[in-house]
T-cell receptor, first 109, second 112 residues
């Protein structure tokens, strides 16, 4: 069973920030929060990951609550090419990733 | 980082036949993972393949149906045997390249 909980779908207007929430209330101390996305059945693409501090890279920002039970992925200026299924995953490395059902983000022109 | 090449990218196969999918990585990796993604569904792990040992299969997947080879640290194959239409899926290989996992582009299999 998936250990993270995400809304099944979200819409976002093009050019606006997309905020994708994830609950991971049972995350272990050594597990990171990873975000991947899958565009139209291509292979999953890494976006960002973090342990407890907020993180930012060229693709997105990751905000993790202080108790680490939830996080938010932020795409600052969503484009049509960001339409995809976004997966939030708890992972300590050294084993396979467990994919839940993810959030289907649709960016609307 | 790791670059993964999967072949074929897609295929249409007759029921009862077998298809072997190849996964080539541009660096040596200890573990390789094979996933299945059925239409409209998320990814499900089929098995973990370590070089020099038999693959470890997840519940619901058996070696006779999905034999895996791992002859060296950069290559693996997954065979889908005696195919039926229910095997129509995307099959993906993945490797761990800390701190992240990398995925091939997948093999889209249609069984008719």
């Amino acid at each position: 069973d998936a250990k993270t909980t995400q809304p099944p779908s979200m819409d976002c207007a093009e050019g606006r920030a997309a905020n994708l929430p994830c609950n991971h209330s049972t995350i272990s101390g050594n597990e990171y929060v990873y975000w991947y996305r899958q565009i139209h059945s291509q292979g999953p693409q890494y976006i960002i990951h973090g342990l407890k501090n907020n993180e930012t890279n060229e693709m997105a920002s990751l905000i993790i609550t202080e108790d680490r039970k939830s996080s938010t992925l932020i795409l600052p200026h969503a484009t049509l090419r960001d339409t995809a299924v976004y997966y939030c995953i708890e992972w300590a490395g050294a084993n396979n990733l467990f994919f839940g059902t993810g959030t289907r983000l649709t960016v609307i022109p | 980082s790791a670059v993964i090449s999967q072949k074929p990218s897609r295929d249409i196969c007759q029921r009862g036949t077998s298809l072997t999918i190849q996964c080539q990585v541009d660096s040596q990796v200890t573990m390789m993972f094979w996933y299945r993604q059925q239409p409209g569904q998320s990814l499900t792990l089929i098995a973990t393949a370590n070089q020099g040992s038999e693959a470890t299969y997840e519940s619901g997947f058996v070696i006779d149906k999905f034999p895996i080879s791992r002859p060296n640290l950069t290559f693996s194959t997954l065979t889908v045997s005696n195919m039926s239409p229910e095997d129509s899926s995307i099959y993906l290989c993945s490797v761990e390249g800390p701190p992240r996992a990398f995925f091939g582009q997948g093999t889209r299999l249609t069984v008719v």
